[in-house]
Antibody, heavy 122, light 107 residues
Framework: QVQLVESGGGMVQPGRSLRLSCAAS????????LHWVRQAPGKGLEWVTLISYDGDTTYYTDSVKGRFTISRDNSKDTVYLQMNSLRVEDTAVYYC???????????????WGQGTLVTVSS | DIPMTQSPSSLSASVGDRVTITCRASQSIDKYLNWYQHKPGKAPELLIY???SLQSGVPARFSGSGSGTDFTLTISSLQPEDFAAYYCQQNYSPPFTFGGGTKVEIK
C-alpha cells in the first residue's frame, strides 16, 4: 500500500536551516506530484509547496518563497524540503502528501504521511 | 492567491444530526474544490474532490456540492467517528489555499 514517511524535523534556531525528507513506497513514484502541507500549533492546514512528477515544475506559498526549496530524487523515491532562514512562524507539523492524479498536477492530495514536527525557537 | 473562507469555524452536534459546512472562494474556482477531514495526531484524509466526487472508501453520508464561489460539505447523519476538523481547499490555481477549518464537536 502507499506509504509516505517524513523525517528530518526537530528544533532549530531562527535563521538556521533544516532539510525534511519524505520517503515514498507502494506506488510508481516518478508518476505523481508531491506536496508539503503544514499545521502550526493550534492553527489550520496551510499548503506550502508542490513539485510535479518529473520535477520540472514547482509552486510555493508566498510566505516561503525564496526560503524553501522542494526537490525530488526519483531514483530514491524521496521528496525533500530544504528550509532556509527559518522563522518562529515556520514552527509546525509538516506533512508530505501525494497528488491524486497520474502524470498530472491537479491538487487534491490523496495520500498523506504522519508528519514531522519542526520547532523554530531560540 | 485565492483566499478561502469557511463557516462556521466550529459547531456542536449530536450523533445522527445532519451537518452542513460552507466554503466560499474569493473568486470563481469552477469545481476545483476539495474537502479533508483531520483528526488530532493523524494524517488528514481526502473526503471529496472536484466539489462533489466522493473519494474511494469514504462513507456515502459525506457529500459535496457547489461550483464557482460557494461550496457545501454535508454529513447526512453524524457518526461518532466524524468528530474532527474539516477543511476545504482550492486547486484552481497555486498556491492551493485551504480554508480556516471547521471543528465539529460533540454536543
Amino acid at each position: 500500500q502507499v506509504q509516505l514517511v517524513e523525517s528530518g524535523g526537530g528544533m532549530v534556531q531562527p535563521g538556521r536551516s533544516l532539510r525534511l525528507s519524505c520517503a515514498a513506497s507502494g506506488f510508481t513514484f516518478n508518476q505523481y506530484a508531491l506536496h508539503w502541507v503544514r499545521q502550526a500549533p493550534g492553527k489550520g492546514l496551510e499548503w506550502v509547496t508542490l513539485i510535479s512528477y518529473d520535477g520540472d515544475t514547482t509552486y510555493y506559498t508566498d510566505s516561503v518563497k525564496g526560503r524553501f526549496t522542494i526537490s525530488r530524487d526519483n531514483s530514491k523515491d524521496t521528496v525533500y524540503l530544504q528550509m532556509n532562514s527559518l522563522r518562529v512562524e515556520d514552527t509546525a507539523v509538516y506533512y508530505c502528501a501525494r497528488d491524486i492524479s497520474y502524470l498530472d498536477t491537479s491538487g487534491p492530495m490523496e495520500y498523506w504521511g504522519q508528519g514531522t514536527l519542526v520547532t523554530v525557537s531560540s | 492567491d485565492i483566499p478561502m473562507t469557511q463557516s462556521p469555524s466550529s459547531l456542536s452536534a449530536s450523533v445522527g444530526d445532519r451537518v452542513t459546512i460552507t466554503c466560499r472562494a474569493s473568486q470563481s474556482i469552477d469545481k476545483y474544490l476539495n474537502w479533508y477531514q483531520h483528526k488530532p495526531g493523524k494524517a488528514p484524509e481526502l473526503l471529496i474532490y472536484g466539489a462533489s466526487s466522493l473519494q474511494s472508501g469514504v462513507p456515502a453520508r459525506f457529500s459535496g456540492s457547489g461550483s464557482g464561489t460557494d461550496f457545501t460539505l454535508t454529513i447526512s447523519s453524524l457518526q461518532p467517528e466524524d468528530f474532527a476538523a474539516y477543511y476545504c481547499q482550492q486547486n484552481y490555481s497555486p498556491p492551493f489555499t485551504f480554508g480556516g477549518g471547521t471543528k465539529v464537536e460533540i454536543k
